[in-house]
């Protein structure tokens, strides 16, 4: 490969992109964090300039530093947001299409969005691209990008500049390689940032993969940080139902937010204090927790614990991680890592097929290599005797053999030591394993992802991991962890291997009776959010032998129109279809569908709805033929209500098992105050009976909020009707 053109000039680059490609610029950037901000500004504010030339950005979850959608909001979030967000610079693109809109000249395409930010946006909805995760580099190549840039992390070491695509190596190999396989132009540029954490393994790259690397310090900012979300009575409940599903020794995927938060919280309860978590899910499950249980009955629908018509329930995992877990998502978020800190998620995966089903199946015990080891890999065939140089490298590799062990005809070689190289006679076996084994299996992966995103302790954390740490998280391509097909021979056999057990846990927003889920979009083709890699998951449960779909919603949501039930009969947008239902949790249940006849399915289903909404989908599912006439809901499944969850739940958030910020926030006390009180009021605003009732309750308590809270929101000198009643109205709510 040539050598890179290295700038030191963001302005400068931006001319060498302009002259390397003097027609349209079709660009790609990664979603999330890996978009070098500066650097995009500055092409963007050079072609909106010139209408001459077009501009096309193709990308996805464009993410943008919080405004608040009102004055009080404006007033509250502008400290925080400066202290959190600091010198991360906003994407003027976003700016622009969020305010007065696009030049003409100039269009963005995303195929993932941020949650409901461009609902009622024209041309962000019009400029959608509907795909799967693993379809991305082939649709950038139907947009016909011609240049793709990314924010990268540097690393100095022994006289060598090493670069990392860090947080987004989830695409930009496979780009590159199918415009190499087309024989098209692709101008590939890198722009560095030093708050970049420098991620090994498969991110990272030498500076020749680029062909422009820009070094300048503006280049070089904040990542965003979105700070943690507060976890709810109703996450926790979810969380818990699916953490007991979890298998020791398994593979987990899980997402970013609350949900995930609730998760990892529910695994670590799991594990130190197993007690206390087997008496919280008692309390959350009707049916009882299914491991030892006997077959229930088709007649008996499953609630709390969906059990199959012909089969014992769900089996519920209560046990310590005694064997741990491998994290394989495509996005590696805060709860992993705290995870892998509680010491849960350290499963380790090897890249080679062979070894790791000898782990799986147990005729390797563990990571500590033994005469075992490599007994075990001659009788399967993996190495030969004698050994062939292909199984000395193999060996060296994963640490079987000391480093500096060589072959050297009839012998092997450590320190000028010969060893006749021969594993059949039982003597020359042991002479090997006394003097060539090493001590533990090198090489092994606990984590591997396609993106990051959290908050900033998050990345701290991962720019201060010692290197022997971070070496066992693995950032690699999308096609490699959202498929099992793979790109060689044996790849995958080897993904086979490594996710066994497997748990896809995903959020949707709605489920129909039936058990197909909308999570993207709405009936009205307005698109939330995007598929992402949604379905890939859904289909790899079922691909797998022993892996599960787990699909998670709240039973309900708010509506401008009041309380929704997020279980409804029917649906006009589809993301998971019906055909690839498995389990479904919500805050009152699990629901196991994999297998079942269609009346089961929505037996199951109404079980874990809000108990308001049972009547009417009853109702609706017998009106359709899909229940008998007959069927009455059992009666342990009719207090699926939030004030007897809270009721359930609270004793353990007293005990700070779950508290709402398991992991920290950056927000300060008095700020969570206040941000409860602003929820409220913005709930209340849409729902105009809520806020009489806030009114009067205001008014008649006549509290005062503090003078600080206040200052802060501009309501410290409020004179006019409208300042004071909001004034009043905080204050009644804190």
Not at 24 to 47: C, F, Q, S, T
Not at 122 to 149: E, K
Not at 236 to 247: D, E, K, R
Not at 693 to 708: F, N, T, W, Y
Request: charged share 20%; hydrophobic share 40%.
């Amino acid at each position: 490969m040539n050598r890179p053109r290295v700038i030191d000039s963001i302005d400068a680059t931006v001319d060498a992109v302009l002259d390397a490609v003097p027609g349209d610029i079709v660009l790609g950037i990664p979603l999330a964090i890996g978009k070098p901000n500066p650097w995009v500004n500055a092409l963007y504010r050079r072609i909106k300039a010139n209408p001459s030339r077009r501009l096309t950005i193709i990308t996805a979850l464009s993410l943008e530093r919080p405004v608040g959608k009102s004055e009080l909001e404006r007033h509250f979030l502008e400290p925080l947001v400066e202290r959190v967000f600091t010198d991360y610079p906003d994407l003027e693109y976003v700016k622009d299409l969020r305010g007065p809109g696009l030049p003409p000249h100039i269009e963005v395409r995303e195929f993932f969005m941020k949650t409901g930010d461009y609902l009622g946006n024209s041309p962000a909805q019009q400029n959608f691209i509907s795909t799967n995760y693993t379809f991305v580099a082939r649709d950038m190549l139907v947009q016909g990008m011609n240049v793709i840039a990314q924010a990268v992390g540097e690393q100095h070491e022994a006289g060598q500049w090493r670069l990392s695509v860090a947080s987004n190596p989830d695409i930009v190999f496979e780009v590159v390689e199918k415009y190499a396989a087309a024989g098209l132009p692709l101008l590939k540029v890198g722009v560095v940032n030093r708050q970049m954490p420098f991620m090994p393994n498969g991110a990272q790259v030498t500076p020749d993969f680029f062909d422009i690397v820009c070094t300048d310090a503006a280049g070089t900012h904040q990542l965003f940080g979105p700070p943690n979300g507060r976890v709810s009575s109703a996450d926790y409940a979810i969380g818990l139902h699916a953490s007991s599903l979890v298998a020791d020794g398994g593979t987990l995927q899980i997402g970013i937010g609350s949900l995930g938060d609730a998760i990892a919280q529910a695994l670590i309860v799991r594990d130190r204090h197993g007690a206390e978590y087997r008496r919280i899910l008692e309390s959350l499950t009707p049916d009882g927790l299914g491991d030892n249980q006997p077959p229930r009955s088709a007649e008996s629908p499953s609630g709390g614990v969906a059990s199959a018509p012909a089969g014992p329930a769900i089996r519920r995992e209560l046990g310590r991680f005694d064997r741990g877990l491998y994290g394989c998502s495509e996005m590696f978020v805060n709860g992993f890592l705290k995870l892998i800190e509680a010491g849960i998620i350290r499963r380790e995966v090897f890249a080679d097929t062979t070894l790791q089903q000898l782990l799986n199946s147990g005729a390797i015990a563990d990571e500590t290599v033994t005469p075992q080891t490599l007994r075990a890999l001659l009788e399967a065939g993996r190495i030969h005797s004698p050994l062939r140089q292909a199984d000395v490298d193999f060996l060296a590799r994963f640490g079987i053999f000391k480093p500096g062990v060589t072959l050297d005809g009839d012998y092997l070689m450590l320190d000028g030591l010969p060893l006749p190289n021969d594993l059949r006679g039982q003597a020359q076996f042991d002479a090997v394993c006394k003097i060539l084994l090493g001590t533990r299996l090198a090489g092994g992966i606990v984590m591997t992802g396609g993106f990051f995103l959290g908050p900033n302790d998050f990345y701290e954390r991962l720019r201060s991991m010692p290197p022997h740490e971070l070496a066992k998280v693995d950032m690699t391509r999308i096609d490699f962890i959202n498929q099992l097909y793979g790109r060689t021979p044996g790849d995958s056999e080897l993904k086979r291997a490594q996710r066994s057990q497997a748990r896809f846990m995903n959020t949707t927003m709605m489920v129909t009776l039936l058990g197909a889920a909308a999570s993207d979009g709405l009936e009205s083709g307005q698109v939330v959010s995007g598929v992402g890699g949604q379905y890939n998951f859904v289909a790899m449960a079922h691909a797998l032998p022993d892996a599960r779909s787990i699909l998670m919603l709240r039973a309900t949501h708010s509506h401008k129109d009041g309380v929704k039930s997020s279980i409804l009969w029917n649906y006009g947008h589809t993301t998971i279809p019906r055909h690839l239902r498995d389990i479904v949790i919500t805050e009152y249940g699990v629901a196991d569908l994999r297998g079942q006849a269609d009346s089961e399915v929505v037996k199951r289903l109404i079980a874990i709805a809000d108990s308001r909404f049972q009547p009417g989908l009853i109702s609706e599912a017998k009106a359709h033929g899909k229940l008998d006439a007959g069927y009455e809901l059992p009666a342990r499944y009719r207090e699926n209500l939030p004030e007897a969850l809270e009721a359930r739940l609270q004793p353990w958030a007293d005990a700070r098992l779950l508290p709402p910020f398991p992991f920290g926030t950056d927000l300060t006390p008095d700020e969570l105050r206040m941000v409860g009180a602003l929820k409220k009021l913005a709930h209340a605003a849409q729902h105009p009976v809520e806020l009489v009732q806030l009114a009067v309750k205001s008014l008649i308590e006549g509290k005062e909020a503090p003078q600080a809270y206040l200052e802060r929101l501009g309501l410290a000198d409020a004179h006019s009707f409208k300042d004071m009643f909001i004034r009043k109205l905080f204050a009644g709510n804190l």
